[in-house]
Every structure is written in structure tokens, then in C-alpha cells.
């Protein structure tokens, strides 16, 4: 992949985060009778100014894409005429300033629940939460977990997928609690065991939670027949063909599946003898694997799929779906469990109970922008709703400067009955400054750390 396959899908989210986020600020500025003098998507230089409406309010594209606000008619700010002093924001009631200020945070929030109701409304496809054959050596292994056994729940919490597995796995060793796990096995018989968690590192960046406790994906051991060929691919230009079972690629045996995905993996632009059996003969091929970036590297592809993928694909995947009310209820559970997650982590690594090392900054982002776009729209989307969230969780912490920050000051002034000095708020600027640059750093820092051990 190019720069530009990351860069703007990252543009691209954004650009919609940030729209939605000054947009709540706006929209419930306006309910209230607030004037609103401009609107900004980014900081900085204006590229692009036009104005529109009553108000005349500027609408502004700005060069610093990374943020923007929402400036409201304000004493604090300059002076206004008198006629206009009830349209001014710090005018205006303590309960009407915390809603224009947490309708930023609440529109992020919102918008990840809209998302996810339509990805639940119109269908995802999801791996099915299915084990392997665990590590040997493991917690897994000795507690007797088999190839082939479908999870059901994790502390009597219906599992549909992998994904929703591996989630509620980090959230019990997160709370240091243990998992009780209801499987399926093959022989179709219901089996519970529990899951220490204590010694769980949820540090590891490299090693989830399952991975930790010996729990694999299951993987079959398919044959390595070919199925379906893309027009013009390395395969087809070599003569290969649908229904070729695969023997040997190289000096290399091949035995299933996974062998001929590992072996042309490895071997981008390098030119390779396939042994492969047609019609009851041995025949014996040559072909160059196509390079193609994934994930910072280059990998080889051959054009080539499984054969029986469809019967695969229903032993592997799920197709998860609900109805409209349903599926809202789902993406209000998926944002309220997203966020909370979110908070916990944030103040574990406060207590440094959790590493700093796992904040990401914009280039780790990018980076997932443009791998969750490349995967495809539903896997971009679930990309947008969990930044989404992420943005008003952070945007609602009790730090000056961010929206939580104010709504801290609002609540002091009701408690009080009278609002914060001016030097109270200038000396919290500062702090607030403060955290978020050093925030700020540590994310940046990691991001290029990830680079260099990548």
C-alpha cells in the first residue's frame, strides 16, 4: 500500500469525527439562542471561508486538519452590543452551558451508536468465536479445551463472535476476574471450565489475553486444492487451474491449506516449481508470486482461492444480524461497553496498573485507518465507531482545555452558586496544556517506537 491508502482514510475519519463533534456544539448552541460566529473544521490559516444563514456565521476549512471549534458570541471574547447580550454564551444559564459543551462528546457517542446499528441492521460477517487446538503447555491444554469446540458464553454473557470473545476475555483480566467458559465441544455436549486470570498481562501488545491463556483461533486442516483463479493472477498466467491439489512448492511439502498460504507468503517475486496433482497425474508448474504490502510488508499472493469456500465459510464465519430495535439496542451496548472499557484503561494507567505504552497517536491511527479501508466497509466503519467513542470519552475527562474540563468548572459553580474566577480557569488552562502535550508526546513517542520494532 502507498502513503495515500493511509493517509486518507485517516483524512477522511477525521474529517467526519470532527464534523459531528463541533456539530453537536453547534446545533445545540442554536437551540438555545446562542450565536454562533464560525464554524471550523481544523486550526489555523483559512483555505476555504464562505458564510451562510441569518447569522452570517463563517464556515471554515482551516489547514491543521487535527481538530476544530465552534466560536460563540462571547463577552469573555470582545465586546457586544447590547441588543445581542441574550444571544451571548456566557450569558446564558449554568444548565444551557453544560449542554452546548457535552453535546460535542454526546454527538461522538451518538454517532458510533448509529453506526453500529447499521452494521448490525444490514448484516456483518464475523469469525465465529470457534477453538483450535490449544498451546501445548498452556492453561487451555490442561483445563482440556479441544480442536473444534464453540464458545457460548463467558460469565454467563451469550458470545456470537471471536472478536466479542477476545473482548470479554480483556474485560474480566482487566477487573482481575476469573472466566467461567461454556463450550460446545463436537461431540455436542455442554462443558464448563474456569479461567484464572491473575496472571494475565493485559500489557502485551503483541499477545492478547486468549493468546496468554493458550486459546487459538480454530483453524481446519483443509486441503491445498485450488479453487477459484483471479483472471490474469500469477496462478492462471502459470497454468494452474480449478480443482489442482497442491504437492509440493519447491523442496517444501505441501499438506494442507495453510502450508501453500505460508509458502507463497514468504516468497513474493520469487519464481517457484508447483507440483500439483490433475486428473489422477503429476504436473509440475512455475510461477512467480505477486508482491502486495500488508501491514508494513511486503507478502506474495498468487490469485488463488480454497476450494469449498462457501461450506468453510459457514463452519468459520457468522453472519451477525439483527432487527431495527434490536440492532439499536446492540450498538448502544457495543458504545457503552467501548467507552467503559476505555475509561478503565485510562485510569489504570494513571494508577500504573496499565502502561503508557498502550496510547496511539496519529500515526498508529493512521495506520489502522488504512488497514480497517483496505479490509473493507464494514471493517472501516467498525474502525470509525471505536475512534468515535474514543474521541468523546477523552473529550469528557475533567481536564482543562476539553470539554470535560469546562463542564468541571460549571459543576463547581453550581455547587458554589457563583462561577470560577478568571485567574482559576487561566491557571487550569495551563495545567490543562500541560497534560494534554505530555499526553500527547507519550502517544507520539509510541507511535515511533512501533515503527522502529516493526
Known sequence: MSLLDYILPFLLALGILIVVHEFGHY?????????????SLGFGKPLLVWRAGADKTEWVLSLFPLGGYVKMLDEREAPVHSDELHRAFNRQSVWRRIAIVAAGPIANLLLAIALYWGLYLGGVDELRPRLGVPVAGSQAERLGFRDG?????????????????????????????????????????IVIRDLDLAAVDVDQSQNDVASQLGLQLYRPNLPAVLGKLTQDGPAQAAGL???????RIGEKRVNAWGDLVAIVRDAPGQSLEVEVERDGQSEVFRLVPRGVEENGRTIGRI???????????????????YGAADALMKGFEQTWDTAAMSLSVMGRMITGDVSVKNLSGPVTIADFAGQSARMGLSHYIKFLALISISLGVLNLLPVPVLD?????????????????????MEIGQQIGM????????????????????S
Not at 487451474?241 to 504437492?247: F, M, Y
Open 27 to 39: 446545533l445545540v448552541a442554536r437551540l438555545c439562542g446562542v450565536r454562533v460566529l464560525r464554524f
Open 149 to 189: 469446540e464453540l464458545i457460548r458464553s463467558v460469565n454467563g454473557r451469550a458470545v456470537e463472535t471471536w472478536q466479542e470473545f477476545r473482548w470479554r476475555l480483556l474485560d474480566d483480566a482487566l477487573e482481575r476476574r476469573g472466566a467461567r467458559i461454556e463450550t460446545i465441544n463436537p461431540a455436542r455436549e
Open 241 to 247: 487451474r480449478s480443482g489442482d491439489r497442491v504437492l
Open 303 to 321: 490469485g488463488v482461492a480454497m476450494a469449498d469456500a462457501e461450506a468453510q465459510r459457514e463452519l468459520l464465519f457468522v453472519t451477525v444480524r
Open 404 to 424: 470535560g474540563g469546562h463542564l468541571l468548572y460549571y459543576v463547581i459553580e453550581i455547587i458554589k452558586g457563583g462561577p470560577v474566577s478568571e485567574r482559576i
Open 434 to 453: 500541560a497534560l494534554l502535550a505530555a499526553l500527547m508526546a507519550f502517544a507520539f513517542y509510541n507511535d515511533i517506537n512501533r515503527l522502529v520494532a
